[in-house]
């Protein structure tokens, strides 16, 4: 048995905010969405990354997620970011820094507190 993937489940009290960050500003691409139920529900693709998007006032309050999401062109990345969506790097880490455990990462956080790192090995 293998396991090939692990595809988070992000909570938003407002699912606007997370398509602004990952669909808006990180380039991923609506694979299904249902609008209809108490919850509404959004599956998110881009290349091998599948995330799961749930409105929900309650859990988005719960749990404020930190992910990682590994590239192999950090700079191409950044420069993504900075030109459509200066506003969501994250003011701990708004430049590609090296990190002392060997990667160059930038971050950023949306309005909901959701950050999100961008690392390449260095």
Wanted: charged share 25%; with cysteine.
């Amino acid at each position: 048995m293998q396991l090939t993937k692990l595809i988070p489940n992000i909570f938003y009290s407002d699912m606007k905010v997370g398509l602004q960050l990952f669909v808006d500003t990180l380039g991923f691409a609506e694979a299904y969405r249902d609008d209809s139920g108490e919850q509404p529900f959004c599956i998110i693709k881009r290349d091998t990354l599948v995330i799961h998007l749930i409105e929900s006032h309650e859990w988005a309050i719960k749990d404020r997620p930190e992910i990682r999401l590994e590239t192999d062109d950090i700079n191409a990345a950044f420069e993504l970011v900075k030109g459509s969506h200066p506003e969501l790097l994250h003011p701990n880490l708004p430049e590609i820094k090296l990190q002392p455990w060997g990667t160059l990462e930038f971050a950023l956080r949306d309005a909901e507190d959701v950050c999100v790192i961008i690392q390449q090995p260095a």
